[in-house]
């Protein structure tokens, strides 16, 4: 970049982060309100973009009233999930027996769908919170759990060794070697669990609830009000972005030595 | 294989290629093995790895070991740290029968093995916060290790702002630290390059005359063997067990230079025969 040129503001701008990902999104915003005038699509099966624009804009203080519950029931499930998935990987990975026994029914629960399993939880838990923050914890405890183990698991024998040979215990073996090590696939089981976290919660709200923004969803569906019901959607899909944002501003804060953060080594040239 | 026959080729070998079978300094000091061997117990069944092996390494000696690959030179290393436990026999350092971990050993593997999210002198101060000794007063000698290889001024650096020669004189540092007895080094410099490699035997060699650490060091390369001991021990193939043990009665201080020498290549000629003669070039 020795001399400036005169496109140099547009590209920088084209460059930051945030702006390709919202080019894009506009791209399709147009393709969708196009596509309906085009195929003349009924209201009644896809709302225009200007309709659920309009019932953002007219019922926003209702959504976000509404969007606490499931944010709250997410958090909740999803700070479950690696509370619980954590420490379980940590003792697949650290004991063959545990993996022999536990693994395999881990995965077999994996097989059996949440949605049709959450109403259970309703019968037992009744219409309040805790539904809703089991569901999210059963979505997100998977791949915490997946990817933990991987973490453990992939760290160097030789390098515990030498730790152990100094003498180390255990435990500080772990704290200095093996947890550390195990940090960035934790952190990408996280992101993965955030995002399904949310779709937990919208589930616990679809078979049982009276509030959130599955609840609205729900109600939208049963008077066919289409605009909220994709209003509601993207209520959803901000709720996951932000929070998914958030874990990746958490991951870059503890493990910014990681191959992955090293901004200045991309950008040297 | 059978050392006996090996000398018996040679009318009347000069003083480097006769065969030493051991020359134990007699007291409690350096390493001893006596009878140890070691068989893995696996799924498949047992699997010999170590055939019973009997040498002793004197206190501040440099010695080396060279065998094919798989021939059980890094259960060797393990069992002297403490980390394995021998099958049978026992393994004596500075007089105490080794069982489990003793700390008395800096280790070097091939690769640095350096904690990415630790900088270099935490890097280097690794065995202290195992060993729980006091930071502080450890703190300096691993600043002056550091001095010691040419690493000043990159204390802060985490590893991957290092080449990988860098990377494994920091890793010497650390196997250094905590001032053990003995240095086991497990192919050291088998991941660097030709060049790199050559300065850092030189300048290990430098490192062991000034610290005065009994080293064993276990190797591929025969020259490298030749080059850095005091004496070397040919390893069988799996399961392992003494082919043979040369003295190198080249003076010290060494350049490479030596690797000019007469006795420095007959050696080198004789090392190598042991793997011809087993029928594996590794």
Same mark, same amino acid.
């Given at each position: 970049m020795a001399e400036p040129k005169p496109q140099n503001?547009?590209?920088?701008?084209?460059?930051?982060?945030?702006?390709r990902p919202f080019l894009f999104l506009v791209?399709?915003?147009?393709?969708?309100?196009?596509?309906?005038?085009?195929?003349?699509?009924?209201?009644?099966?896809?709302?225009?973009?200007?309709? %659920?624009?309009?019932? #953002?804009?007219?019922?926003?203080?209702?959504?976000l009233r509404q969007s606490w519950p499931t944010a709250y029931a997410t958090v909740c499930g999803f700070l479950l999930s690696a509370l619980f998935g954590i420490p379980v990987a940590m003792l697949?990975?650290?004991?063959?027996?545990?993996?022999?026994? %536990?693994?395999?029914?881990l995965v077999f629960s994996q097989s059996v769908p949440k949605i049709a399993i959450a109403?259970?939880?309703?019968?037992?838990?009744?219409?309040?919170?805790?539904?809703?923050?089991?569901?999210?914890?059963?979505?997100?405890?998977?791949?915490?759990?997946?990817?933990?183990?991987?973490?453990?698991?992939? %760290?160097?024998?030789? *390098?515990?060794?030498?730790?152990?040979? *100094?003498q180390g215990s255990r435990l500080q073996v772990f704290r200095a070697?093996?947890?550390p090590h195990a940090l960035p696939a934790i952190f990408s089981g996280l992101?993965?669990?955030?995002?399904?976290?949310? %779709?937990?919660?919208?589930?616990?709200?679809?078979?049982?609830?009276?509030?959130?923004?599955?609840?609205? *969803?729900?109600?939208?569906?049963?008077t066919?009000? #289409?605009?909220? *019901?994709?209003?509601?959607?993207v209520i959803l899909a901000l709720l996951g972005v932000v929070l998914f944002w958030i874990v990746d501003r958490i991951e870059k804060l503890v493990i910014p030595w990681h191959v992955s953060q090293r901004e200045d080594v991309i950008f040297a040239s | 294989m059978k050392p006996a026959t090996i000398v018996s080729d040679t009318v009347q070998p000069a003083a480097h290629l006769r065969l030493v079978s051991d020359r134990a300094a007699g007291d409690a000091s350096g390493i001893k093995l006596s009878g140890v061997s070691k068989t893995y117990r696996t799924r498949d069944g047992d699997v010999p790895s170590l055939r019973p092996l009997d040498f002793h390494i004197n206190d501040g000696e440099f010695f080396v070991v060279v065998g094919p690959s798989g021939c059980g030179k890094s259960t060797l290393l393990k069992l002297i740290s403490g980390l394995l436990p021998p099958t049978t026999g026992e393994v004596l350092v500075e007089g105490d029968k080794v069982t489990t971990p003793h700390g008395n050993v800096g280790i070097v593997f091939q690769n640095a093995l350096l904690l990415p999210w630790r900088n270099i002198l935490n890097n280097v101060m690794l065995p202290i916060d195992m060993k729980r000794l006091p930071r502080q007063e450890y703190l300096a000698r691993a600043k002056s290790l550091l001095k010691l290889v040419g690493l000043e001024g990159f204390e802060k650096k985490l590893p991957w702002q290092l080449s990988g020669g860098m990377q494994q004189r920091a890793s010497i540092c650390r196997a250094l630290v905590h001032d053990p007895r003995i240095m086991l080094m497990d192919e050291p410099f088998g991941a660097l390059d030709a060049l790199t490699r050559e300065r850092m035997n030189v300048e290990l060699m430098r490192i062991q005359r000034e610290t005065e650490?009994?080293?064993?060091?276990i190797t591929h390369s025969i020259p490298e063997a030749v080059f850095l001991a005091d004496r070397v021990l040919v390893m069988t193939e799996r399961p392992g067990a003494i082919a043979a043990i040369y003295d190198v009665p080249l003076p010290r201080p060494r350049s490479l230079d030596v690797m000019a020498d007469p006795v420095f290549t007959e050696l080198v000629q004789r090392i190598r025969k042991h793997f011809f003669s087993q029928g594996s070039l590794d």
């Open positions: 503001a547009i590209s920088k701008l084209l460059n930051a982060a945030w702006v791209f399709i915003v147009v393709a969708w309100d196009l596509a309906i005038r085009l195929f003349r699509i009924p209201a009644y099966q896809i709302p225009s973009p200007g309709d %659920v624009l309009a019932v #953002l804009r007219t019922e926003w203080p209702e959504l697949i990975a650290g004991s063959k027996t545990v993996e022999s026994y %536990v693994y395999p029914l109403p259970l939880f309703v019968v037992w838990f009744g219409f309040g919170i805790i539904p809703k923050v089991i569901s999210a914890f059963l979505l997100g405890f998977f791949p915490v759990v997946v990817s933990a183990v991987q973490g453990f698991k992939s %760290v160097d024998p030789d *390098m515990v060794d030498l730790a152990r040979a *100094m070697v093996n947890l992101k993965v669990s955030v995002t399904l976290a949310v %779709v937990g919660a919208v589930v616990g709200e679809f078979v049982g609830s009276n509030s959130g923004i599955g609840y609205v *969803m729900q109600r939208s569906i049963g066919f009000d #289409l605009p909220t *019901m994709f209003a509601a959607l | 650490k009994t080293v064993l060091l």
